[in-house]
């Protein structure tokens, strides 16, 4: 009897591009197999291995639904078989089954710590889609009205791709950084705080089931991926401010509250249930409507949209398994620099300067000639004129024309810098932005 006493492939997850994986069969000289490979729709691999004059192959490597395989190779002298194994790009996940035969006719077998019978299965190897998360900004003042735009263009997103980890298997990790210039075509901003993780949103939507007036238990269609602190605007939903969004999901429980069973002591749950044919069998599943308790009452209607919005990586986790952290992040805002169109007295509060774009009041003024233990505050602009608390110049002199000053403490451009590090690919893309309107003010 001739032995097969090894086979080798790399089982490691692919990503989603066309990737060639090496195999290799050990054995006795004279060993004979067959081998077939397919994927999870149930295609085989065809195998190609003919090769043109030119060394392109014959008929293009594929799946196909046509049962395929390479069939009765035969180990040499060398007592090792190569081969190569050629894995199509993917749009969705795939997963793949190797499995060898020993040729009986042959007189062939498998090695007994290999394998008993006459087939061995190779772990099944896994080939994941792309999954793509975009880092962008968001703001209410992205555009004024009116066709003003308050922020110049947003600088470009970044992306970083990398493969889910929705077949239990960990996804790659990725670090990279953001560096954000921002820039505005009028007025100025100045800094409210740092920035944080959760400053990265994002958002979904849900249907409503039921109509309701004055209630705190929404119920939904569908409650995957929300969590507990979403944000939750729609219609009929109170708002602060006039900020949609700021009442927030404070509990969630799968199906919907069943009246005639709940008590003073436990609100009971109903889950809806469906049936479906699952591989041929009709199979009773519980479907995903659920309850969103609100921190607010409100009034619903019937198929009303209501969007949710996340932050942070603890939401992202549960909307669709994605994790992330954000280190070294950071807000900075240029000083405006400008020089003085005049002499200004040592005791004027109105510094008359080339350009004020940018300075808002409470910044501070600093230069050569100004005392620094007396740093002007600023209190008013009006076009070129700067009004300031109290002027008080270094020796009791007066400010030259010409003088340069800085401003600090309010801008029109500033710079947003982090370092991400991607953890989890989720299952799907999806995009997080980062709201300004939680950072910086304009004004």
Same mark, same amino acid.
């Given at each position: 009897? +001739?032995?097969?006493?090894?086979?080798?492939?790399? /089982? /490691?997850?692919?990503?989603?591009?066309?990737?060639?994986?090496?195999?290799?069969?050990?054995?006795d000289?004279g060993?004979?197999?067959?081998?077939?490979v397919?994927?999870?729709?149930?295609?085989?691999?065809?195998?190609?291995e003919?090769?043109? +004059?030119? *060394?392109?192959?014959?008929?293009?490597?594929?799946?196909?639904?046509?049962?395929?395989?390479?069939?009765q190779?035969?180990?040499?002298?060398?007592?090792?078989?190569?081969?190569?194994?050629q894995?199509p790009?993917?749009?969705?996940?795939?997963?793949?089954?190797?499995t060898?035969?020993?040729?009986?006719?042959?007189?062939?077998?498998?090695?007994?710590?290999?394998?008993?019978?006459?087939?061995?299965?190779?772990?099944?190897?896994?080939?994941?889609?792309? /999954?793509?998360?975009?880092?962008?900004?968001?703001?209410v003042?992205?555009?004024?009205?009116?066709?003003?735009?308050?922020?110049?263009?947003?600088p470009?997103?970044?992306?970083?791709?990398?493969?889910?980890s929705?077949?239990?298997?960990?996804?790659?990790?990725?670090?990279?950084?953001i560096?954000?210039?921002l820039?505005?075509?009028?007025?100025? =901003?100045?800094?409210?705080?740092?920035?944080?993780?959760?400053?990265f949103e994002?958002?979904t939507?849900?249907?409503?089931k039921?109509?309701?007036t004055?209630? +705190?238990?929404?119920?939904?269609?569908d409650?995957?991926?929300?969590?507990?602190?979403m944000?939750v605007?729609a219609?009929?939903i109170? /708002?602060?401010?006039?900020?949609? @969004?700021?009442?927030?999901?404070?509990d969630?429980?799968?199906?919907?509250?069943?009246?005639?069973?709940?008590?003073?002591?436990?609100?009971?749950?109903?889950i809806?249930?469906?049936?479906?044919?699952?591989?041929?069998?009709?199979?009773v599943?519980?479907?995903?409507?659920?309850t969103?308790?609100l921190a607010t009452?409100?009034?619903? %209607? %019937?198929d009303?949209?209501?969007?949710?919005? @996340?932050?942070?990586?603890?939401?992202?986790?549960?909307?669709?398994?994605?994790?992330?952290?954000v280190?070294? =992040?950071?807000?900075?805002?240029?000083?405006?620099?400008?020089?003085?169109?005049?002499?200004?007295? &040592?005791?004027?509060?109105v510094?008359?300067v080339?350009? &004020?774009?940018?300075?808002?009041?409470?910044?501070?003024?600093?230069?050569?000639?100004?005392?620094?233990?007396?740093?002007?505050?600023?209190?008013?602009?009006?076009s070129?004129?700067?009004?300031?608390?109290?002027?008080?110049? &270094?020796?009791?002199?007066?400010?030259?024309?010409?003088?340069?000053?800085?401003?600090?403490g309010?801008?029109?451009?500033?710079?947003?810098?982090?370092?991400?590090?991607?953890?989890?690919? *989720?299952?799907?893309?999806?995009t997080?932005?980062?709201d300004?309107?939680?950072i910086?003010?304009?004004?």
């Amino acid at each position: 009897m +001739k032995i097969i006493n090894n086979v080798t492939i790399n /089982t /490691t997850p692919m990503p989603s591009v066309a990737i060639s994986k090496p195999f290799l069969i050990s054995g006795d000289p004279g060993a004979v197999f067959n081998i077939t490979v397919t994927n999870e729709d149930n295609h085989y691999y065809n195998f190609s291995e003919e090769i043109d +004059k030119n *060394g392109l192959l014959i008929t293009p490597v594929a799946f196909t639904a046509t049962p395929t395989q390479l069939f009765q190779k035969t180990i040499d002298d060398s007592g090792v078989y190569n081969g190569i194994i050629q894995f199509p790009a993917i749009t969705d996940d795939d997963e793949y089954n190797i499995t060898v035969f020993a040729d009986p006719y042959s007189e062939t077998v498998f090695e007994e710590t290999l394998s008993l019978s006459n087939t061995y299965s190779l772990p099944t190897i896994y080939k994941y889609k792309d /999954t793509t998360l975009t880092f962008s900004l968001k703001s209410v003042e992205a555009t004024g009205g009116d066709n003003n735009e308050l922020y110049n263009v947003f600088p470009s997103n970044v992306t970083s791709v990398g493969f889910s980890s929705s077949l239990g298997v960990p996804s790659s990790k990725k670090t990279f950084s953001i560096s954000w210039p921002l820039t505005l075509n009028d007025d100025g =901003f100045k800094i409210l705080r740092q920035p944080v993780t959760t400053d990265f949103e994002f958002s979904t939507t849900k249907t409503t089931k039921t109509a309701k007036t004055n209630s +705190k238990f929404l119920e939904l269609t569908d409650i995957t991926g929300l969590s507990i602190g979403m944000t939750v605007s729609a219609v009929g939903i109170p /708002t602060t401010n006039n900020n949609a @969004g700021t009442t927030t999901i404070t509990d969630i429980n799968k199906g919907y509250l069943d009246i005639s069973n709940s008590s003073n002591l436990a609100d009971v749950y109903s889950i809806p249930t469906s049936v479906q044919t699952i591989n041929g069998v009709e199979t009773v599943i519980e479907t995903t409507g659920g309850t969103v308790t609100l921190a607010t009452g409100s009034d619903f %209607v %019937v198929d009303r949209v209501v969007t949710f919005i @996340g932050s942070g990586s603890s939401n992202t986790e549960v909307f669709n398994n994605t994790l992330f952290h954000v280190s070294n =992040f950071k807000l900075v805002i240029d000083p405006v620099v400008t020089t003085t169109t005049a002499a200004v007295a &040592a005791t004027a509060t109105v510094i008359p300067v080339t350009n &004020a774009n940018g300075i808002l009041s409470f910044s501070v003024v600093t230069g050569i000639g100004v005392n620094s233990e007396n740093a002007m505050i600023v209190t008013g602009i009006s076009s070129q004129n700067i009004t300031v608390r109290a002027l008080v110049a &270094a020796d009791g002199e007066a400010i030259e024309s010409g003088q340069t000053l800085t401003f600090t403490g309010s801008s029109r451009s500033a710079l947003v810098t982090a370092d991400v590090t991607v953890d989890e690919y *989720g299952i799907d893309d999806l995009t997080l932005s980062l709201d300004l309107d939680n950072i910086l003010t304009i004004e």
